[in-house]
Structure formats: C-alpha cells, structure tokens
C-alpha cells in the first residue's frame, strides 16, 4: 500500500470495494465524490447512496473506512452519505474542477520533495531568463514556510496592493522587478512569525492570488512551491490546469529519493513532468573559476534522470556568486550572466520554454 497520501491513492483503495445492489466498484460508479486530505491526515469524502437509509449502508461505510485507513499516512475517514438523484448522476472527473487563469497562457510549478535543494533560487532565475528572453513572466511565491521570492528578487520592501476592480471586486497587484511579476505569501505573513495556517486557509490565499490577481497577459506564470507534497501542492493541481512541473533536486541518494515522491505525486494527477534539474552538482572554488570538484560524487544528475525515468534539464553548479545574489536581490543571471551557474540556467529556461511549447 502507498505511503504517498493523495486523491489518485484514495481512489485507488476504494476501487475493489463494490455497490452491494449493482455489483459494480463504487468509484466506477461515481458513488465517490468531493475527496479531501486535510494536513493532519484527515480523509472526508461524500458516498452517494441510492437509498441512504437502506441496512447494507453501514457496512459500506465501514468497508471503505478500513480500507482509507490501510494507507500509512491517513489518521481518520469523515464519511458524509448523501442521497443519489439523476441530476447528480453525471460523471464527474477531476479534472472538471481545473479553473485556467485568464490571460496566462502556461502555469508551471517548480517543486522538490525536499527543503533547501534550491527551489526558490531555480524559479527566480529561470523567471528572469524567460523575461530577458523576451516573454511575459509572473512568478507566485506559494511557499508559506518560508517565502523567499521577495528577497531573491530584490522585492523585500514591495507591498502587496489591493485595488477594486471594475465591479467591485478585490484585486491583487503584482509586485514587479526584473521584468517579472511577482506576489508572494511573505506579504501576508508578519516578518519572523511562525506560520501556523492549515489546509484550507492557504488553499483560499493560493487560489486569491491565482484568479484575483492583476497577471495581465503572461506566458509563463511560475510557482515556487514549498518543499513536499502538501496542501499547497493539492491547492495548485487541483485548481489549476499546469503545464508541468519541474522537480529540483541535489545529487545525494537521499534527495533523490525524495524527489521521487515529488516527482510521483505530479505523476498521479496526470500533470507532466518537464524534467528534473540537478542542483549544487559540482562546486566552482571563486579563485580557480576552472576547476569543478564534485563533492557529491559525478553523474549524479543523468543517474537521477535514468532512475526516475524524466529528463535531465540541466546540472547547476554550487557556486558562491549564486548564494550571493540571491541574497542580495540580484539573480545571478543578471548579476554574473557569465558564470557556469547564470549559463546553466539559462540553458534550463529554454529547455523548460521548449518543453512547455512542444510537449
Ligand atoms: N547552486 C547553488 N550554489 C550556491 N548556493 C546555492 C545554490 N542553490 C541554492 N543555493 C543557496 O542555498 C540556499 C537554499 O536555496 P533555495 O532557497 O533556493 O532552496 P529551496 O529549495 O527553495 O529551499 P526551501 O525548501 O527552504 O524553499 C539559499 O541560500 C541559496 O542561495
Ligand atoms: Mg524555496
């Protein structure tokens, strides 16, 4: 039984249970509707009975309760019965429920299974290097652990604005830098507090900035995600139709076989993976800008490809002047354009560009 926690694994437990009257799986009936993971690994779903007062409805209940409960990660079943009616009856897929951004052509996220592989620091340059390409660029920092965007970008001190729309509504305005919009969730939270939000609080903040932000017309609307496969991960597959997802990762085996729940995760929901980039895959000493010494071991990036069966976008190298601009709100493709790292990943922008365009 998978440890991984999402509504394809749910799916999938429930499958051989079967409608005791028309002897057929509950989920091929569609009996299953509105699943939800809450963080805490609560499971609630709606069981859709012909007739919910019939005695065979607590055994069901209870079959499908077992059988949610087998998967590690889950702590409890909320079941809700409600009664089926012909009205209700059509085939819902999940993907019915995907809501496109107006004017924004192609959503991506950029993703890990792990924290501080460099996530925020490939979004941030991989965003600058598509604007400097010439295409409209916005970048959603949905990282509410630890919202860096703002600083990588040189927009710590932006102030997220609200404005009335036309008809009355609220509406988020971008940060801009770079050539990249930007809003992030460090606009909501206090500097140094404690993030203590749960599932559906962030799920309505992810969705806001979304459907409720000024993105104008974008190419590429980039989402830098927190590290896992958690709320903000289902908030954003389960909204939005993504191009891809591009998973980041380190060479240690350890980091690889996180990105593997990443990476399956993305692989469930039916959303393609672009690749994989290899972070801090070699380090370059500043004074002998020559050398390469790789500290964890070579090949690390083509094994990982291989193993996890995607492709390999690119391989950036550890480098001092990278940490360095991304502290100083410089991304090192404008700041060091010559660097092996700044060509690297600009090398991996066009690939994600290409990828996106010719799937
Ligand atoms: N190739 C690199 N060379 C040097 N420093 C790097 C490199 N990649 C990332 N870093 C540094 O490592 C730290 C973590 O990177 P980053 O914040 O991009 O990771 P992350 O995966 O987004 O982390 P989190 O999971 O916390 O969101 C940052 O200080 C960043 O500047
Ligand atoms: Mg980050």
């Not at 009936?29 to 005695?55: E, H, Q």
């Not at 998973?247 to 993305?266: E, Y």
Request: charged share 20%; hydrophobic share 45%; net charge negative.
């Amino acid at each position: 039984m998978t440890d991984l926690l999402d509504i394809q694994a749910i799916q999938q437990a429930l499958t051989p249970i079967v409608d005791p009257d028309r002897q057929k799986s509950i989920i091929d009936l569609n009996m299953v509707r509105d699943i939800a993971i809450k963080s805490n690994g609560v499971v609630s779903f709606t069981l859709l009975l012909n007739d919910p007062n019939s005695p065979k409805r607590d055994p069901l209940i209870q079959e499908c309760k077992a059988a949610i409960k087998a998967i590690a990660s889950v702590t409890d079943v909320w079941v809700k019965v409600i009664a089926n009616s012909p009205t209700i009856a059509t085939p819902a897929s999940p993907t019915n429920a995907l809501q496109g951004i107006e004017g924004v052509k192609y959503v991506l996220a950029i993703s890990s299974g792990k924290g501080g592989v460099g996530k925020t620091s490939v979004a941030v340059n991989v965003a600058v290097a598509l604007a400097d390409m010439g295409a409209k660029v916005g970048i959603l920092d949905a990282d509410i652990y630890g919202p860096n965007v703002p600083v990588m970008l040189g927009m710590e001190a932006a102030q997220v604005k609200v404005v009335k729309a036309e008809n009355g509504a609220d509406v988020v305005e971008p940060a801009f830098n770079y050539g990249v919009k930007m809003i992030s969730m460090a606009f909501l939270i206090a500097k140094d507090q404690p993030v203590v939000w749960r599932g559906p609080m962030l799920n309505g903040v992810i969705r806001q900035f979304l459907y409720q932000a000024n993105w104008g017309e974008l190419d590429y609307l980039i989402v830098d995600m927190p590290p896992g496969t958690g709320d903000a991960q289902l908030t954003l597959t389960q909204s939005v139709p993504l191009a891809g997802a591009v998973i980041v990762t380190t060479p240690q085996t350890v980091s690889l076989l996180d990105s593997r729940k990443g990476l399956k995760m993305f692989q469930n929901m039916g959303i393609p993976v672009l690749g994989i980039v290899e972070n801090m895959s070699y380090f370059i000493p500043p004074d002998m800008p020559d050398k390469q010494y790789d500290i964890f071991g070579s090949g690390g990036g083509k094994k990982a490809s291989d193993e996890l069966g995607v492709d390999l976008l690119g391989c950036v190298p550890l480098e001092i002047s990278l940490r360095e601009g991304g502290d100083r709100g410089v991304p090192i493709v404008l700041g060091h354009p010559e660097s092996a790292s700044a060509k690297a990943l600009r090398e991996i922008a066009k690939a994600i560009a290409a990828k996106i365009q010719n799937p």
